[in-house]
């Protein structure tokens, strides 16, 4: 079976570009997260979406938004780049209540 | 808000040695994840405890939890090279109707030296 799958790998943006980044879930997960890891950093919480609703949100400001769609995949969205957005983006898909399945993560760089 | 420890941040031993990463939480949660991270890689699961008193083992690793004490500890016991990695330790947290988010602590950069 097919894991997490996230694209793309790598990214690099100027100050103040946008970008979305993709996630797919495991076929039949329904909610997915998103986490932004700074390097040297734990992941830190952004946004989890079940049947297609924001369920929860972290303290992140409002550059960040996030969708689900109806096949259960998600985009992640920044607007106006700043260089501390650059992160390992992960992605991690779920049944409700249950474990997290970690995808391979974008790599963003803002320059 | 849920806080969650580790300690220490940055561990380096030698092959063969036993030693214990320490994760702490600052509010209750019926569930912990230890995770493995290697450089430039994603988070591979490795225990999940879901409640006190729970102990799991896998090779040279064995995690348990304490949800009275907030308290979980990741055991390494004769370390070998291939267990250098970053290992971390998340605690559920829910929000509303089926939102669960993870915390994550801070990671433990374990270095295994010959």
């Known amino acids: 079976d097919a894991g997490v799958t996230q694209s793309p790998t790598h990214l690099i943006k100027t100050r103040g570009q946008q970008v979305t980044l993709r996630c797919s879930p495991i076929?039949?997960?329904?909610?997915v997260s998103w986490y932004q890891q700074v390097l040297g950093q734990g992941p830190q919480f952004i946004f989890q979406?079940?049947?297609?609703?924001?369920?929860g949100r972290g303290n992140f400001p409002d550059r960040f938004s996030a969708r689900q769609f109806p096949n259960y995949s998600s985009e992640l969205n920044v607007n106006a780049l700043l260089l501390g957005d650059s992160a390992l983006y992960l992605c991690?898909?779920?049944?409700?209540?249950?474990?997290?399945?970690f995808g391979p993560g974008t790599r963003l760089t803002v320059t | 808000e849920l806080k969650v420890e580790q300690n220490p941040l940055f561990l380096s031993m030698q092959e063969g040695k036993n030693y214990t990463i320490y994760c702490n939480y600052s509010?209750?949660?019926?569930?912990l994840y230890w995770y493995r991270q290697d450089p430039g890689k994603s988070l591979e699961s490795l225990f999940v405890l879901l409640s006190n008193g729970a102990v799991k083992q896998e090779g040279r690793l064995m995690a348990s939890l304490d949800t009275k004490a907030r308290l979980s500890t990741l055991h390494i016991t004769a370390a070998v090279h291939d267990l250098s990695a970053t290992y971390f330790c998340?605690?559920?947290?829910?929000?509303?109707?089926?939102?669960?988010?993870?915390?994550f602590g801070p990671g433990t950069r374990l270095s295994v030296l010959p």
């Open positions: 076929s039949g997960h329904k909610s």
């Open positions: 998340a605690v559920v947290l829910v929000q509303g109707n089926y939102g669960q988010n993870f915390v």
């Open positions: 509010t209750t949660s019926d569930r």
């Open positions: 979406y079940y049947e297609k609703e924001e369920r």
């Open positions: 991690a898909s779920s049944l409700v209540g249950s474990d997290r399945y």
